[in-house]
């Protein structure tokens, strides 16, 4: 059993590694990078991503990437590639092979097979005289000194190479695009990501009920309407059902301490004249964080300065919008 701090040290050791590994490829975001972003860009089929072993994770995570930014993409095994797959491939797709050495078996079989029906040729590959890089058209490097394995065998440094290379182009293609987060949330409709990007304040608010009082209510029927609708708040409302403005649990706690006789105590003497709010067409994750930033626990919904409804925090927890 080796030694905490020997564990650590490997730890560290292989993060360092790998981090170097990334800012070295800098210096290959060059001509070559430019012009596949240009070809994808001005392509009119997919982007068809293979490779083999720990190579063809990291072609499904960019295939997956690039699908959710605006990229239509497809993932192919380059071992299926030559019992059929092949036939996936249309005239006007653009094929990325990656490959640490662009010499295995099954690489070099493939490279001179993918040029046949004329598709472009993007090598993403870490050795330049290799068979892939000499059939390639152009060539994304994703050369390291030597893997963070300890014996320099299992793919570690060479797979995060190519897992960054793969986002730098995601993320150039995206800004080529001017790929927004309206974009974003069309691709992302579901789980709590989607739900920041498209949920509003409007579809949590409109399910709540609206507690309101008048703005001459005794202090028990604002106890009663904050009681009764469980939301820890009550909007004050004047004749022309206009706010004036929100009674919440900490504004009648703090009642009890500032006066000793509530009989002749109405609504308009304990509100708060100057609630927070938010518009019903804002982004619920916008109402989390002015909750967030203002220490409250609910949020009064306005349509036109018209009294909508409640946001509580609760609410937004229950979205799994925190």
């Known amino acids: ?6 564990i650590i040290e490997a730890g560290i050791n292989t993060l360092q590694a790998e981090a170097r590994a990334i800012l070295g490829l800098i210096q290959y975001v060059n001509d070559d990078f430019v012009a596949i972003v240009e070809h994808i860009l001005a392509g009119k089929g997919r982007v068809i991503v293979t490779g083999i072993g720990k190579s063809a994770i990291i072609a499904q995570k960019i295939v997956a990437t690039f699908n959710s930014t605006g990229t239509p993409s497809s993932y192919m095994h380059a071992s299926d590639a030559v019992h059929g797959d092949l036939g996936m491939i249309q005239k006007n797709d653009i094929i990325i092979c990656i490959s640490k050495s662009g010499n295995t078996p099954e690489i070099k079989v493939l490279s001179p097979l993918l040029k046949q029906a004329g598709n472009l040729l993007i090598a993403m590959v870490g050795q330049l005289e290799s068979e892939l890089a000499k059939h390639a058209d152009l060539i994304l490097n994703t050369a390291i000194d030597k893997e963070a394995c300890p014996n320099n065998l299992a793919p570690t440094t060479s797979t995060t190479a190519q897992l960054a290379m793969g986002d ?13 987060p309206d974009d974003f949330a069309r691709f992302h409709p579901g789980g709590s990501l989607g739900k920041k990007l498209y949920l509003k304040v409007s579809e949590i608010a409109e399910r709540n009920a609206k507690p309101s009082v008048s703005a001459d209510a005794s202090v028990k029927d604002v106890i009663i309407a904050i009681s009764k609708n469980r939301l820890g708040a009550a909007v004050v409302l004047d004749e022309n059902h206009q ?3 929100i009674i919440t ?3 009648i706690r703090r009642m009890l301490e500032k006066y000793s006789n509530l ?3 109405t609504a308009s003497e304990i509100m708060n004249s100057n609630p927070k709010t938010i518009d019903k067409d804002t982004l619920a ?14 949020l009064l919904v306005t349509d036109a300065e018209n009294y909508f409804g409640i946001v509580h925090l609760h609410d937004l927890l229950h979205e799994g919008l925190i």
């Open 1 to 6: 059993m080796k030694s905490k701090k020997s």
């Open 168 to 180: 730098a182009l995601a993320v150039s293609l995206m800004m080529a695009r001017d790929f927004n």
């Open 243 to 245: 706010v004036k403005g």
């Open 249 to 251: 649990d900490g504004d």
């Open 263 to 265: 009989d002749d105590l």
């Open 285 to 298: 994750v916008t109402a989390f964080e002015l909750i967030r930033e203002y220490n409250i626990t609910q």
